[in-house]
């Protein structure tokens, strides 16, 4: 069964510095990769996704992603961060055709003034 | 920005009663899907919907019932809801090629049993 590694739970990070959450998938097929991120009190919504072509995949807000094949990783970076990225952070996989998403436990993230 | 609403979005009910929780899209989607969300915890699936008529379980089990008889609308029932229901909620919806679309989720009904 596919599965989605998030080892941070919490990521502390002062504003205006860089930080990386770290996602390791478990599929050994063609798979999809995917971060979500959900606000206080709020669904979640897309940042960025990764189906094919370059492997380093840039979203919304400044952040982007790096997929690699070797690692099993899809690690999501931001150079500066502020205090609005405070939120928790989702990565997902689907290697299954329909439906098949795979979430992880999140990662909360609080960008400290 | 997604247009899926979830209503209500707190609820707090004694143990026994049916509830049904609300999921409506405006963006036509043909695949609908209602996720359980614990603090720690992944998202878990289960239900989803294809199309009008069509329901599916998801991989987690689960005592609530959905239906799906208009496009837009994808409610989910607890005919008797217990404390181990008590969870948030979350409806989504999407359009695509299989496996890459994008999900649109709704802002959740966090559900307390007591």
């Known amino acids: 069964a596919q599965s989605v590694t998030q080892l941070d739970s919490q990521v502390p990070v002062f504003e205006e510095a860089p930080v990386e959450l770290r996602c390791n998938y478990s599929?050994?097929?063609?798979?999809?990769l995917f971060w979500y991120v959900q606000y206080p009190n709020q669904g979640l919504q897309l940042l960025l996704k990764?189906?094919?072509?370059?492997?380093l995949v840039k979203g919304i807000n400044g952040f982007e992603a790096e997929f690699n094949k070797s690692q099993t990783s899809f690690h999501l970076r931001k150079p500066s961060v502020h205090i609005s990225d405070t939120a928790e952070y989702f990565c997902?996989?689907?290697?299954?055709?329909?439906?098949?998403?795979?979430f992880g436990t999140g990662t909360k993230l609080q960008v400290i003034p | 920005e997604a247009d899926i609403y979830q209503t209500p979005r707190y609820l707090v009910i004694g143990t026994g009663k049916k509830i049904t929780l609300e999921c409506s899209q405006t963006m036509g989607h043909d695949k609908m899907y209602w996720y359980q969300q614990d603090p720690g915890m992944e998202l878990h699936l289960i239900h989803y919907?294809?199309?009008?008529?069509?329901?599916e379980k998801g991989d987690l089990s689960s005592e609530s019932t959905v239906s799906r008889i208009r496009t837009e609308h994808f409610p989910l029932t607890l005919e008797s809801a217990r404390p181990s229901h008590t969870s948030q909620y979350l409806c989504?919806?999407?359009?695509?090629?299989?496996?890459?679309?994008?999900?649109?989720f709704g802002s959740g009904t966090q559900l307390s049993v007591l």
């Open positions: 989504a919806s999407s359009a695509g090629l299989p496996g890459g679309e994008k999900l649109f």
């Open positions: 599929s050994s097929v063609s798979v999809y």
């Open positions: 919907s294809y199309g009008v008529n069509s329901t």
């Open positions: 997902a996989e689907n290697s299954g055709g329909y439906q098949k998403v795979t």
């Open positions: 990764y189906l094919s072509g370059s492997t």
